[in-house]
């Protein structure tokens, strides 16, 4: 019984012996080892959890991914699916001499900001603007008689809605 460790790839020949002098007996065996196929997952990424379906793609094509938020093995990503946080996929791809690697990327999920326009309000038929502020404040505001600083100018009858837009330091939007 032997034991061969391989450190590269290549062909090895083992020659096995058995018996001495003129009744001695051997065969060879020639063993090749492939190197493992070159794998990447891609960079580290990040998206709001409104997002909607992403597609992640690693390198070679056609591999396999696994992890939390996938939909499928071809990498269709939901945020929505996977939660809050950061979460490792894994992608796999074994060549055609059945070898098999792994490589993996982060994808860090980022919830919405919580946002408040505050109170509903009932204000008179009168000129001069009101001030609106929302919460966090650097959002924008949007709506009819309304500018994107949040001056809301009061003159005509109805009601008018006032949206409140606040985009935080990670692009999610709320």
Partial sequence: TGTYTVTTDGDFELIYSYGSGNCLTSDTVVITVHPLPSVNAGSDVEFCIDEGMQLVTGSPAGGAWTGVGL????????????????????????????????????????????????????????????????????????????????????????????????????????
């Fill in 71 to 174: 939909t499928s093995t071809s990498g269709d990503f939901d945020p929505l699916l996977a939660g809050v946080g950061t979460h490792t996929l894994y992608y796999s791809y074994t060549n055609s001499n059945f070898c098999s690697n792994v490589d993996s990327m982060l994808v860090t999920v980022n919830p919405l900001p919580t946002v408040d326009a505050g109170n509903d309000t009932i204000l008179c038929n009168q000129p001069g603007a009101v001030q609106f502020n929302g919460t966090p404040a650097g959002g924008t505001w949007t709506g009819p008689n309304m500018n994107p600083a949040g001056e809301f100018d009061p003159t005509g009858v109805g009601i008018f809605d006032a949206v409140y837009s606040f985009t935080d330091p990670n692009g999610c939007t709320n």
